[in-house]
């Protein structure tokens, strides 16, 4: 009966779908339809468009993410989040519905994996190819999802007709990206075809990231290195403050820092700036919903200790409304004309973000800072004071700053947290990455609250629980 319920849950799914995903073709579960070089590129494209929806990163995880982090505060049923007392049914709703995404967007790219090997029209090359952007599409999504979640069903091009698939630990699910991701390396471009596509260097970014969270620093920092050294990146230099719009803007095609995005447009767009803005500010063209706000006396040890010269501090900005005078909301991502759907892209990889994430992993396989990471650690902190970031400035950090790794290690997590919060949940990464000690002492010096163990995973969503016959209660998360 589960069996049964679970293949009309996906049918449900993917019709009540069928308006977002518009780059989807009925028949793309026919094994006959991955045979040109434009089957295939159409079967690519039907991955993103789960992870674009409002479900997934068009609006939800944004906010899922960014509220846990000790810069931003919940607004109305977000409120819950930067509590830490548990979810309410709402947001538990919201997790489930992101795993539904989550697993559209696998499905679409288990599908390219297990038939474009059997393509007739297509060449090797481009079989090849699109597989490579399939796997590395798996690798992303399962990389996002596991440390949220901490074990997976792991569906596959092999077990892609199954139901009932058990629950995989982290380190089977860590197996099965690095494989991807490896693959991926070898077959993507060096280029993108198409601003958005991922390439070898995308897969190498989130390689980076990837060993970065399982803390093998060694891996991380040469695969950062690689990107650095490919000398295909720069950051944006920036001047002031309404400068970032050359890095955020909804106008952009592509940048010379962008190494992989989820690209919007205004027909498929990002509903998640609306959550940034009120309505009344000019930022969102009066169609702001108002999720998420900074509070500088209810966060004021991460406002307070933040250099007002930052130039990143400067996208906050105080808007009264109704809350009081210490709000402020946050121009990051703006869309002054938008009319429909905000056309910013979402940052997932980005070339300061490597930069950082060697700077880190390099001073701890070296057990100390080294004057090569302070340097890249300089080089984002330079152009955050609108300073050139390849030449030596008054506001460098100098290697003997730093008394011991662990002073540079808190240095430079601050620093990712200034530079990448609002891109792909960033911040609360890193707390978690650093340990649940670490995370809840950040927690609790800035936002005053104590988090219990259960509130660092996510709850694994009940349909799956009911529907998959390989998995029971006694597989829930601890707490849920």
């Given at each position: ?21 518009k780059e989807e073709p009925k028949a793309i579960v ?137 629950l995989s630990s982290k380190e089977q699910v860590y ?306």
């Open positions: 009966m589960k069996k049964i319920i679970l293949l009309i849950g996906i049918i449900v799914a993917f019709t009540s779908c069928e308006d977002v995903l026919s094994e006959l339809f991955y045979n040109s070089a434009g089957d295939l590129e159409t079967a690519v494209n039907a991955i993103f468009s789960p992870l674009r929806s409002y479900n997934c990163f068009g609006a939800l995880y944004p906010w899922q993410t960014e509220i846990y982090s000790d810069f931003q505060l919940g607004r109305g049923s977000y409120a819950v989040l930067n509590e830490y007392q548990g979810l309410d049914n709402t947001n538990v709703t919201r997790i489930g519905s992101m795993w539904t995404q989550f697993y559209l967007a696998i499905r679409n790219a288990n599908l390219v994996i297990a038939n474009a090997p059997n393509a007739t029209v297509a060449d090797a090359a481009v079989i090849a190819k699109y597989t490579a952007e399939a796997r590395f599409m798996r690798a992303f999504t399962y990389s996002v999802m596991i440390p949220y979640f901490g074990k997976l069903p792991l569906r596959t091009e092999e077990n892609i007709k199954d139901t009932e698939v058990p197996d099965l990206i690095i494989d991807d991701l490896e693959y991926a390396e070898q077959n993507l471009p060096d280029a993108p075809s198409v601003a958005g596509r991922p390439t070898k260097w995308s897969a190498k970014s989130v390689l980076a990231h990837v060993y970065f969270i399982m803390e093998n620093y060694g891996e991380a920092k040469t695969k950062a290195e690689e990107v650095i050294q490919s000398n295909k990146f720069a950051l944006v230099n920036v001047e002031t403050v309404d400068d970032w719009q050359k890095l955020f803007g909804p106008t952009l095609i592509s940048t010379s820092e962008e190494i992989f995005y989820i690209k919007n447009n205004k027909e498929s767009g990002w509903s998640f700036i609306s959550f940034m803005h009120h309505p009344s500010d000019p930022y969102y063209n009066g169609s702001g919903l108002f999720a998420c706000y900074m509070d500088t006396v209810k966060l004021s040890s991460r406002w307070d200790n933040w250099d007002p010269k930052d130039l990143r501090k400067g996208l906050y900005y105080s808007w009264e409304f109704g809350l009081g005078p210490n709000t402020m909301l946050n121009n990051k991502f703006m869309d002054t004309d938008h009319i429909g759907s905000g056309a910013n892209d979402y940052p997932f990889y980005r070339y300061a973000d490597v930069l950082l994430m060697y700077a880190e992993a390099a001073s701890r396989v070296n057990n100390g800072p080294t004057a090569d990471a302070v340097e890249k650690l300089n080089m984002v902190h330079r152009r955050a004071y609108g300073k050139n970031p390849d030449q030596p400035s008054e506001v460098d950090f100098e290697l003997a700053d730093f008394s011991s790794l662990q002073n540079f290690i808190d240095v430079i997590v601050m620093e990712r947290g200034y530079e990448t919060y609002y891109e792909g949940g960033k911040r609360w990464l890193d707390l978690l990455r650093l340990g649940k000690d670490y995370a809840k002492n950040i927690i609790l010096e800035v936002h005053g609250k104590t988090v219990a163990d259960k509130h660092f995973l996510w709850p694994i969503p009940s349909t799956e629980i009911d529907l998959n016959d390989a998995i029971d209660d006694s597989d829930q998360n601890p707490g849920y």
